[in-house]
């Protein structure tokens, strides 16, 4: 399994910008599909973002697309979200996950967080009024 570490997470005012990071252990990273899901206090995590292992495809909430953003460096074995326009309800501890795909395409369900072998730490945004 892959060790994940996210940082990057704060206090941000409403309408500002901040990117995550979450970097990734062990030398077969790019034979991963990467996720980001975040929970708030009181409610269930929810998916954020996902992005397959070879960077050609991206998954968003309806929630954030358009602001935010992911991205991946295989060669820094690392997963980026890009958040902008941000809004109070985007407060939340934010998680990277990480779902081993090996050398395939198959299905992957990417918004089911029972899909993913492997879970960071999170980070927590707040983001004021």
């Known amino acids: 399994q892959v060790q994940l570490v996210e940082s990057g997470g704060g206090l941000v005012q409403a309408g500002g910008s901040l990117r995550l990071s979450c970097a990734a252990s062990?030398?077969?990273?790019?034979?991963?599909?990467m996720g980001w899901f975040r929970q708030a206090p009181g409610k269930e995590r929810e998916f954020v973002a996902a992005i397959r292992r070879s960077g050609s495809t991206t998954y968003y909430a309806d929630s954030v697309k358009g602001r935010f953003t992911i991205a991946r460096d295989d060669a820094k074995n690392t997963v980026y979200l890009q958040m902008s326009s941000l809004k109070p309800e985007d407060t939340a501890v934010y998680y990277c996950?990480?779902?081993?795909?090996?050398?395939?395409?198959?299905?992957?369900?990417?918004?089911?967080?029972?899909?993913?072998?492997?879970w960071g730490q999170g980070t927590q945004l707040t983001v004021s009024s």
């Open positions: 062990g030398r077969t990273f790019s034979r991963y599909n």
């Open positions: 996950a990480a779902d081993y795909a090996g050398t395939s395409y198959g299905t992957y369900y990417y918004s089911s967080p029972s899909e993913y072998g492997s």
